[in-house]
């Protein structure tokens, strides 16, 4: 039977790392939709929105240098580097157009690689993303406790006890995308690897205040959970989603979407509204 998420796709880099891919929809006219997972997550976390976007559009995931089955990279793991990879990852996809969709912390990234070439993005689409106008992310207490979680979450790997903590997550995925993720998504090398964005991560999001991505009259959609729950309490549900009103509100053709009934895997809890969001953006981009 074929993969519910599709055909393998790799994507050489200049540098010779290999990037893997994965597509749907391959015969949808343009624009293409390019997902970018959270943190520490791999493809498989948007195998729900996928099939669904594959019906109207293109639609391409992939793992980030390190995790799941693309190749880890010698050098930092800064977000510049990040972008830059995703940059190169829509270059051998073809000329675009492209609606690049993030969630997490892939939404700051998605938004740096869509600044350096604004005119091949007809949209983006952030799926609660990390901000730089949130407090809370920003601030001193969340600095000091991420690091150590992120460790802590090594251990849990090497003894093999991390995918248990997320079992909710993987009873919500269909089967194949499952077994990839229980196979891919929570091993030592993984959380090696987020730990590498750990480093820099936070600092160059804070740099954002000053020097933001400069996006012009890209349409942007930001989607936010409501719920709490996955480490967020009322007060930082309430900044993120303060945060995320102020960044689309910075678009000419910025639109806030709250997911009543999410927390922060909002493609895991409400994969339908994601994708009708996405098809708004497709659907724009086309006329």
């Known amino acids: 039977m074929a993969h519910v998420q ?13 990037l893997f891919a994965m597509e749907l929809g391959t015969a949808q006219p343009p624009p293409t939709v390019v997902f970018e997972a959270g943190a520490a997550a791999t493809r498989s976390s948007w195998a729900l929105v996928q099939p669904l ?19 880890p990279d010698p050098l930092s793991r800064t977000m510049r580097r990040m972008a830059d990879d995703l940059g ?27 600044a350096d070439e604004p005119k091949r993005v007809a949209g983006l689409v952030l799926v609660d993303p990390s901000d ?41 995925l269909p089967p194949d995308s499952r077994a990839d993720m229980v196979r891919e998504g929570f091993t030592p090398d993984l959380v090696r690897t987020h ?21 012009g ?13 996955s480490g967020m309490n009322t007060r930082t549900r309430a900044d993120a989603n303060a945060s995320h009103a102020y960044r689309a509100a910075l678009s000419p053709a910025g639109r806030h979407v709250l997911a009543e009934r999410s927390g922060h895997y909002v493609p895991l809890t409400d994969p339908e509204l994601v994708a009708t969001e996405i098809r708004s953006l497709v659907d724009a981009a086309r006329g």
């Open 6 to 18: 599709g055909a393998p796709r790799p994507v050489r880099l200049p540098d010779g790392r290999e």
């Open 53 to 71: 976007v594959a019906e109207f559009a293109h639609a391409v995931v992939y793992d980030r240098a390190g995790l799941g089955r693309s190749t």
């Open 88 to 114: 190169a990852l829509l270059t051998g996809l073809g000329p675009g157009p492209f609606v690049l969709v993030g969630h997490s912390a892939g939404g700051p990234i998605v938004r740096l690689a869509a």
């Open 132 to 172: 730089e106008a949130s407090e809370v992310l920003l601030g001193r207490l969340f600095r000091i406790i991420e690091k150590p979680v992120v460790r802590a979450n090594l251990l849990l790997a090497r003894t093999g006890l991390l995918a248990r903590l997320y079992q909710p997550m993987l009873r919500a």
């Open 195 to 215: 730990l590498a964005q750990t480093r820099t991560y936070l600092d160059e999001l804070a740099t954002f205040r000053d020097t933001p991505p400069q996006l």
């Open 217 to 229: 009259d890209i349409p942007v959609t930001v989607i936010s959970g409501t719920r709490t729950g």
